[in-house]
């Protein structure tokens, strides 16, 4: 069976976004997939929170590693509400999903 434990690794992401907004195009390309990568982010502080490795997770959901990996990361891969609902059962949380109206100009 596999070291179940979870092991952060540090990683500051401000410093990288201040680092990669100096490159060409990067800030159009980051605000394309905003949404992704804010899901992302929550995926990854709920296992963090779950004190959970990507292998435990896949694990609960019965799957693999590199199908997690895929998951949580942002733009790569579109999942499915069922695997989001999935997913966030493996992590002890709910999914919730809104429709926000847009702000009146």
Do not use: W
Request: charged content about 30%.
């Amino acid at each position: 069976m596999p070291d179940l434990k979870f092991n952060p690794v540090a990683h500051d992401h401000k410093k990288f976004l201040a680092r990669a907004q100096k490159r060409d195009g990067f800030a159009e390309a980051y605000e394309a997939l905003e949404l992704e990568y804010q899901l992302a982010n929550q995926m990854l502080d709920a296992r963090a929170r779950a004190g959970l490795t990507q292998e435990a997770v896949a694990e609960r959901m019965g799957t693999t590693r590199s199908v997690i990996s895929r998951l949580e990361s942002a733009g790569k891969h579109a999942p499915s509400l069922a695997t989001l609902k999935r997913y966030a059962k493996a992590v002890g949380c709910d999914l919730q999903v809104k429709l926000v109206p847009h702000k009146a100009a």
